[in-house]
């Protein structure tokens, strides 16, 4: 009796939680459907990176009007991920993460920040390897593995940037991802899959893929291996790109022998103005959607670098065209098909981490990783003290308190989030707020199918991994040095 209770008790905090997803060879897969699961992302950056203080207090994650505002507004364009880059371990998260959650919205989390202290540099990387580091690094872990939408963390972004930052770099970058996925393993209750999103900068691009994805002796799980290999990639850009034009097909020709997921962690080319977002239709095509697993759009609020989909001023947020024309391309999409393909289930052997697989030269080609500064391995063996911790919690409104206006200034009413059944993502349909304008309304397709996970099965035992990873520069940096 007492046990049937606990029991119940137990299933009773599950709710309205997304399904955990799980890392299987190439793919995302929903251990509920079987199916490959796609990211349909946005970068969320409030503030941009310039924004993040910690010391006021408030991170992209800290504020539940806020969160349920955008998480809404996200909703009904049929967004399952967001991506956050500067995040404070030590502010309570547990409103935004649960609202994200009942929204069907995974959250991809990057462990480090802009901060001094909280990031592996490009340069001297070994000026910032130490313990402290890690114990911030590893306090993002704990503050959000606790959350069944964490999807994935990265461990890194943009760290290898071009041939002089190559030089150095990669063994700290797999000696994090190392120090991350012990920390999981010894401290974490779910496995929690850890990756490197890197600059689109093709230079370095093969190269870095190689050296995050390579494994000792061919073994997969290899620790220091990135588990998810993406990639922020500018290179699509205005409405006469092709596949071909974009390099696109380049990329996914090159892809098509990854061992690991991969995925666009930043996309959305901001010139030539307006954006019409063509290459949605591409990455979720035939041709890149067995290869690649989606992507994130960059970003959210609009910024001084002029990648943003909403204007916020103070309190108000103003949608802006470029929301409503990705809204009506996403909606012209068969996301029902999209969602329900099957994952590959290839045996993918990850390369062999030898010098001759890196391909140029000053690119670093030693596997021999540093050993974790001093102090830190108790940290990883022990965890950390204290250790922030989250939860789910119950949202009891889920309407929006907070003005939003539509493209033409109007203030819309009536937007809130719908929250979804237990094992549900969202892809498109249930959320019918009206957000938009008339002209891609009409578009809006909302023909109504939502992402069903099915039956949960035991989330805490995934073979595979859980999805979660990194901090972005504010200014995409593959915007400006695209494939040098
Ligand atoms: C480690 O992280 C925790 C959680 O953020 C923090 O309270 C503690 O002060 C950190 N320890 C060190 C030595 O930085
Ligand atoms: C991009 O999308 C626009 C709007 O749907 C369309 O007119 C244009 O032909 C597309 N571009 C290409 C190269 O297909
Ligand atoms: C509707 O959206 C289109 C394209 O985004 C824009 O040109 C037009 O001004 C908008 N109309 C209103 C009423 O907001
Ligand atoms: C994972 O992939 C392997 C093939 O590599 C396949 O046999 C297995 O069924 C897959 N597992 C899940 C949970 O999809
Ligand atoms: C590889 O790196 C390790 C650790 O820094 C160093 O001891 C070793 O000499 C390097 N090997 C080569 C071939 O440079
Ligand atoms: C929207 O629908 C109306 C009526 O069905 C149609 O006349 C109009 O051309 C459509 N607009 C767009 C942008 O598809
Ligand atoms: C909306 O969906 C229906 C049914 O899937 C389809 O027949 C119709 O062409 C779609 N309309 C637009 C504008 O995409
Ligand atoms: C609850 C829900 O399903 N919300 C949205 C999910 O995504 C689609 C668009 O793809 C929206 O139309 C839904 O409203």
């Known amino acids: 009796m007492l046990f049937k209770s606990l029991l119940l008790a137990l299933c009773a905090t599950a709710v309205n939680a997304v399904p955990s997803l799980q890392v299987n060879g190439t793919d995302f897969v929903n251990p509920d459907t079987g199916k490959k699961f796609q990211i349909v992302g946005i970068a969320y950056q409030p503030g941009g990176s310039a924004g993040y203080d910690p010391k006021t207090g408030k991170d992209?994650?800290?504020h539940a009007d806020t969160c349920l505002r955008d998480a809404?507004?996200?909703?009904?364009?049929?967004?399952n991920t967001i991506r956050v880059y500067n995040l404070d371990p030590d502010i309570n998260h547990d409103d935004c993460a649960s609202i994200f959650n009942a929204a069907g919205i995974y959250m991809i989390i990057d462990v480090n920040s802009p901060l001094v202290g909280e990031a592996i540099t490009s340069y001297e990387p070994w000026t910032s390897y130490y313990?402290?580091?890690?114990?911030?690094?590893?306090?993002?872990?704990?503050?959000?593995?606790?959350?069944?939408?964490?999807?994935?963390?990265?461990?890194?972004?943009?760290v290898i940037n071009d041939l002089p930052s190559a030089k150095d770099v990669p063994p700290y970058l797999r000696a994090v991802t190392r120090d991350i996925k012990n920390y999981i393993k010894n401290n974490i209750k779910r496995t929690i899959p850890v990756g490197y999103s890197a600059a689109d900068v093709r230079e370095v691009l093969w190269d870095t893929w190689n050296y995050m994805q390579c494994a000792e002796n061919g073994k997969s799980n290899d620790m220091s291996r990135a588990d998810i290999?993406?990639?922020?990639?500018?290179?699509?850009?205005?409405?006469?790109?092709?596949?071909?034009?974009s390099t696109f097909k380049d990329l996914t020709d090159k892809f098509k022998d990854t061992s690991v997921p991969v995925f666009f962690s930043e996309y959305g080319?901001?010139?030539?103005?307006?954006?019409?977002?063509?290459?949605?239709?591409?990455?979720?095509g035939d041709k890149m959607a067995p290869v690649f697993s989606g992507g994130v759009v960059y970003q959210w609020t609009q910024?001084?670098?002029?990648y943003g989909l909403v204007e916020i001023k103070d309190?108000?947020?103003?949608?802006?065209?470029?929301?409503?024309?990705?809204?009506a391309r996403w909606a012209?999409?068969?996301?029902?098909?999209?969602?329900?393909?099957?994952p590959s289930n290839k045996k993918v052997s990850p390369p062999e981490c030898e010098s001759n697989l890196i391909l140029e030269k000053g690119f670093d080609n030693n596997f021999t990783l540093p050993v974790p500064p001093p102090g830190a391995q108790k940290l990883i063996d022990d965890g950390i003290k204290p250790k922030p911790s989250g939860k789910i919690v119950k949202i009891s409104d889920y309407n929006v308190k907070l003005t939003v206006k539509d493209a033409s200034g109007k203030t819309l009413s009536g937007l809130k989030v719908v929250p979804l059944k237990d094992d549900e993502f969202n892809w498109s349909g249930k959320n019918e707020a009206e957000t938009g304008n008339a002209s891609s309304d009409n578009s809006t397709n909302s023909s109504g199918d939502n992402g069903k996970g099915g039956k949960s099965g035991d989330k805490d035992n995934a073979a595979g991994l859980t999805l979660p990873m990194t901090w972005a520069v504010a200014l995409p940096l593959a915007a400006m040095m695209m494939f040098a």
Request: one cysteine or more; a negative charge; aromatic letters at 14%.
């Open 131 to 158: 313990a402290k580091y890690l114990n911030h690094t590893f306090a993002v872990v704990e503050a959000f593995s606790s959350y069944p939408n964490t999807l994935l963390f990265f461990s890194g972004n943009e």
């Open 269 to 284: 080319c901001n010139k030539p103005q307006p954006r019409l977002w063509n290459e949605t239709l591409a990455i979720y």
């Open 72 to 79: 809404a507004l996200m909703q009904v364009m049929g967004v």
């Open 315 to 327: 309190d108000t947020l103003t949608i802006m065209d470029d929301y409503n024309r990705l809204k």
């Open 229 to 245: 290999f993406a990639l922020n990639s500018y290179s699509w850009c205005g409405p006469k790109a092709t596949y071909e034009s």
């Open 332 to 342: 012209g999409l068969q996301w029902k098909t999209i969602q329900a393909q099957d």
């Open 60 to 62: 992209p994650l800290s």
């Open 303 to 306: 910024e001084d670098n002029n």
